[in-house]
Nanobody, 116 residues
Framework: QVQLQESGGGLVQAGGSLRLSCVAS????????MAWHRQAPGKEREFVAD????????YYADSVKGRFTISRDNDKNTMYLQMNSLKPEDTAIYYC?????????WGQGTQVIVSS
């Protein structure tokens, strides 16, 4: 069982930056692959980025490649999403997830609003 809590969202102007954090409680965080997804108003949840349990493999959606960086610190049970060059279309609720086998665990989300 893993509980996830996101933080770091907020209101930022286009071109700005934010860093999201996802803190996990529970056991064996370093055995879970982790990911960020987002859901914009009126749209389905979409994949943003993921990172392997060891942190050595990452993958990004084309829409954020080169602007966002996913990372993790297993000693702190925390995953991050550094978001640079933000665009209004990045406005969404951002969710972190953890998966090892079976269904993923999800956090409650953190709101990101990018103004033009």
């Amino acid at each position: 069982q893993v509980q996830l809590q996101e933080s770091g969202g907020g209101l930022v102007q286009a071109g700005g930056s934010l860093r999201l954090s996802c803190v996990a409680s529970g056991r064996a965080f370093n055995t879970y692959d982790m990911a960020w997804h987002r859901q914009a108003p009126g749209k389905e949840r979409e994949f943003v980025a993921d990172i392997s349990w060891s942190g050595d493999k990452t993958y990004y959606a084309d829409s954020v490649k080169g602007r966002f960086t996913i990372s993790r610190d297993n000693d702190k049970n925390t995953m991050y999403l550094q978001m640079n060059s933000l665009k209004p279309e990045d406005t969404a609720i951002y969710y972190c997830s953890a998966v090892r086998s079976g269904s993923p665990y999800w956090g409650q989300g953190t709101q990101v609003i990018v103004s033009s």
